[in-house]
């Protein structure tokens, strides 16, 4: 699998898990993991890494718990299809509690929160040139 050669653990203090399941999320949100598409197996991650497996299936089980993923009894663990388009009041609400907590996650790792919006604006009207 693609994925499991592009992951990289740092030594920043972040726990793994939440490294792991950063990571993940990056992916889909890039393309390189796709709606259907299946995860390197629990075990397949940990040995690559050289981590515990209970530390990857922390990871898994986040990703499950926030919808991204998908786990099939005796199949594995798939990307999730994406949830529908929120509607208006409820679209407004969860962009708020997502800017806050984007804005909060910057401030403690120390990034300016104009330069963040300005570079998340940019990444946004690549994806959409992309489309």
């Given at each position: 699998m693609?994925?499991l050669?592009?992951l990289?653990?740092?030594?920043?203090?972040v726990?793994i898990?939440?490294?792991?399941?950063?990571q993940?999320l990056?992916?889909?949100?890039?393309g390189?993991?796709?709606?259907?598409?299946?995860?390197?197996?629990?075990?397949?991650?940990?040995?690559a890494l050289?981590?515990d497996l209970?530390?990857?299936?922390?990871?898994?089980?986040?990703?499950e718990r926030a919808?991204a993923?998908?786990l099939?009894?005796?199949?594995?663990?798939?990307?999730?299809?994406?949830?529908?388009?929120?509607q208006?009041?409820e679209?407004?609400?969860?962009t708020?509690n997502?800017?806050r907590?984007?804005?909060a996650a910057?401030?403690a790792l120390g990034?300016d929160?104009l330069?963040?919006?300005?570079?998340i604006?940019?990444?946004?009207?690549?994806k959409e040139?992309?489309?």
């Open positions: 693609q994925i050669a592009a990289r653990l740092g030594d920043t203090g726990p898990y939440v490294q792991l399941r950063e993940f990056r992916a889909m949100g890039q390189l993991l796709s709606a259907g598409d299946q995860m390197p197996t629990m075990r397949q991650v940990a040995v050289k981590v209970n530390t990857v299936r922390r990871a898994y089980d986040e990703l919808g993923v998908v099939v009894r005796g199949r594995g663990s798939f990307v999730a299809e994406p949830p529908p388009a929120l208006d009041h679209h407004e609400r969860e708020d997502l800017a907590q984007t804005l910057a401030a990034v929160a330069a963040l919006s300005q570079r604006a940019a990444l946004a009207a690549q040139e992309v489309r």
